[in-house]
């Protein structure tokens, strides 16, 4: 318990009064996300749609090894590549569990879910 109050009690850190590169960080988790969604999504469709199709079969039940694969590895690479920057997020959850840990401030939370939510729906498409 208190932990918690501690985490109430501190200041949140202010690190919005550079806008300019809040905005090159909001870019960066825009461009991971959209990357992660995407190859991910990507996976998923090329490797068929026979998982079992609802039927409970289990057929082709190999099929989600190379998915889940390739979400590791994209999520890897990307956060090497980009997690010195910005922490490496590419996930809302991630971004408000650093929020409710102090380490970021509530607008920085909403800039990089605003960036994240935007990349995961262009991916989609």
Known sequence: MSTILALIRSPSPDDTSNHKRL???SLVEFCATTIFVYFGTLSAVSTGTKLGGGSGNGEDVA????IAFSFGITIMALA???GHMTGGHMNPGVSLLMFFERQMSFTKMICYWSAQFLGAILASF
Do not use: E, S, V, W
């Open 63 to 66: 099929r989600i090894f190379p």
């Open 23 to 25: 905005l090159k960080h």
């Open 80 to 82: 090497y590549a980009i």
